[in-house]
């Protein structure tokens, strides 16, 4: 997708969540992140990534994780790289849960300012509301 038409896609979404805000979980800083690939002055991508199959992580470092990430194959033996491609350019993915999971991993370097904190509670908010982690 080309700079301009992401930026319409998070107006787009922006707009959802306002006038459908009991209905639509989201973030609006969320929105930011996975339409610009930049959080925190950095960029999404292959060393930034938190969802990569762990057995088939080869990073030094390795970037920090929620989980002990594996992407299974339909024949639950086989594990893929991640969950889009294996021979995909991470820095044009838009993988939702990767993108949540990038800033979820990053909580210390959002407690620089109010503002940033109040954007990682909110994503960490949409997380736990979108696997029912609490009540919505």
């Not at 979980?25 to 969320?30: D, L, Q, V």
């Not at 002055?41 to 292959?46: N, P, Q």
């Not at 939702?96 to 999971?101: D, E, K, L, T």
Request: charged share 30%; glycine share 4%.
């Amino acid at each position: 997708m080309a700079r301009g038409e992401l930026k319409d896609l998070r107006y787009e979404m922006d707009e959802m969540l306002d006038k459908y805000s009991q209905t639509v979980i989201s973030s609006k800083y969320y929105h930011e992140i996975i339409t610009t690939g930049k959080m925190m002055g950095r960029t999404f991508g292959w060393n930034e990534c938190p969802s990569v199959t762990e057995s088939l992580d080869n990073r030094t470092p390795r970037p920090r994780r929620l989980i002990n990430f594996s992407r299974w194959a339909s024949d639950l033996k086989t594990v893929h790289r991640c969950c889009t491609s294996a021979t995909r350019d991470c820095s044009t993915c838009k993988d939702g849960a990767a993108h949540m999971s990038w800033i979820m991993v990053n909580k210390r370097e959002h407690m620089r300012s109010t503002k940033d904190l109040q954007g990682w509670i909110e994503v960490y908010e949409m997380f736990a509301k979108l696997y029912h982690f609490i009540p919505w």
